[in-house]
């Protein structure tokens, strides 16, 4: 199977696991920070260990400066996490997403100098179709013009940048050490990092334990469900990582607001108290332009 279709996996989960933290955010913690879902989704990455070190038992066979890096592959990952979050509960998803198009950005300039990485002319004008395209899916122009939020924007620029380097440190390792172990040292990572939130911030350890003071059973399943959704579509992303350079893997994950828009059609038609999207004629002809841009960008770096 072509690296492409296996990093287009991603994006397919990230736009479920948004349409599930919104419908989180709004419902089950409005009045509550973003605490209780960073804690318990980066504790439920011990889970994750369990799996991985059953599956590659060596996972103790790496060099302390390499087990280092990777923890700090998992502490870059929460952090990114907790600026995409804050961005969330500011913003729609719809808004919020489009962001990550910076990734394969900073991704290839990382990529460029750590690895040494280039792509071909026909990949580049590919890349560029899929970012506009992604940007026409998702951006929303009004009487005012195109909004924007400037807090929004640092949040979500913070969060790709720490993606980016999240994707080409663990390939720098990966390829040396394998996928699987240096996949196991990221969970530590993450899991270290919800520990550390959990002793040390004291709003974030009230929330968590709220969550389950009041029983909020339906709350922590979405929670569970985000996570799951997150760390599946994150070692999608770092296993293509191996198979093609890190902006272009990255750069798959621009399809991420579509799948969020088609999810949202689906939801508004059938589901609308779960998601709502707007689907006048003007919206339609943005996303439907957007949309072949996309297809045409994906069908050139693919090749």
């Known amino acids: 199977m072509s690296w492409f279709f296996i990093a287009l996996w991603a994006p397919f989960l990230l736009a479920c696991a948004n349409h599930n933290d919104k419908f989180l955010l709004?419902?089950?913690?409005?009045?509550?920070?973003?605490?209780?879902?960073?804690?318990?989704?980066?504790?439920?990455?011990?889970?994750a260990i369990t799996i991985v070190s059953?599956?590659?038992?060596?996972?103790?066979?790496?060099?302390?400066?390499?087990?280092?890096?990777?923890?700090?592959?998992?502490?870059s990952s929460v952090c990114a996490a907790v600026c995409y979050l804050y961005a969330l509960d500011l913003d729609e998803a719809s808004f919020v997403t489009p962001f990550y198009q910076t990734v394969p950005i900073f991704a290839y300039?990382?990529?460029?100098f750590i690895l040494?990485?280039?792509?071909?002319?026909?990949?580049?004008?590919?890349?560029?179709?899929?970012?506009?395209?992604?940007l026409a899916?998702?951006?929303?122009?009004?009487?005012?013009?195109?909004?924007?939020k400037r807090n929004v924007v640092v949040l979500m620029l913070g969060a790709s940048f720490l993606s980016a380097v999240n994707g080409v440190v663990f390939k720098l390792i990966a390829v040396d050490k394998g996928f699987w172990v240096s996949l196991f040292?990221?969970?530590?990572?993450?899991?270290?990092?919800?520990?550390?939130?959990?002793?040390?911030?004291?709003?974030?350890?009230?929330?968590?334990?709220d969550l389950f003071k009041q029983s909020r059973v339906l709350?922590?399943?979405?929670?569970?469900?985000?996570?799951?959704?997150?760390?599946?579509?994150?070692?999608?992303?770092?296993?293509?990582?191996?198979?093609?350079?890190?902006?272009?893997?990255l750069l798959v994950n621009s399809f991420q607001p579509l799948f969020v828009f088609a999810f949202g059609i689906v939801l508004t038609l059938f589901f609308p108290r779960v998601a709502e999207e707007s689907l006048t004629r003007?919206?339609?002809l943005q996303k439907g332009l957007g949309t072949c841009l996309m297809l045409v960008g994906g069908y050139l770096i693919s090749r």
């Open 54 to 75: 059953f599956i590659q038992p060596d996972v103790y066979e790496i060099s302390f400066v390499q087990g280092t890096a990777l923890v700090a592959t998992g502490i």
């Open 116 to 134: 040494s990485e280039t792509i071909a002319l026909a990949q580049v004008l590919g890349s560029l179709a899929i970012i506009v395209g992604a």
């Open 26 to 47: 709004s419902r089950y913690l409005k009045q509550k920070s973003i605490g209780s879902i960073v804690i318990f989704s980066s504790l439920f990455s011990g889970v």
């Open 109 to 112: 300039f990382l990529g460029y």
């Open 137 to 148: 899916l998702s951006f929303e122009f009004g009487r005012r013009g195109m909004r924007l």
């Open 185 to 209: 040292w990221g969970f530590v990572g993450q899991t270290v990092t919800g520990l550390t939130f959990l002793v040390s911030v004291p709003s974030f350890r009230r929330d968590f334990l």
């Open 282 to 284: 003007m919206k339609m």
């Open 219 to 249: 709350a922590v399943a979405l929670i569970a469900l985000s996570k799951i959704l997150f760390s599946v579509s994150e070692a999608v992303t770092l296993y293509a990582t191996l198979l093609a350079p890190v902006a272009l893997v």
